[in-house]
């Protein structure tokens, strides 16, 4: 995932709001997904409410390296 973030890091400048999708995102992780963030990413599209955006995986993995869940 830092390997993604990095790459990405030119086109998202650092952000210190967490969006809704990263709460929905975390709370798979933690819960559904038992710790796997490939398979949280999977079933994240249909978790989210109506009229919430998915976000790139790009996205994703600088909004994890921003708010220090990337080594988790």
Request: aromatic letters at 10%; one cysteine or more; proline letters at 7%.
């Amino acid at each position: 995932m830092r390997s993604i973030a990095r790459a990405a890091r030119q086109k998202y400048p650092r952000n210190n709001i967490v969006p809704f999708w990263l709460l929905c995102y975390w709370k798979l992780v933690r819960t559904e997904a038992e710790g796997d963030f490939a398979k949280a990413w999977k079933m994240l599209p249909r978790r989210l409410p109506a009229g919430v955006q998915c976000p790139t995986i790009e996205v994703l993995a600088v909004a994890l390296v921003d708010h220090g869940l990337a080594d988790r």
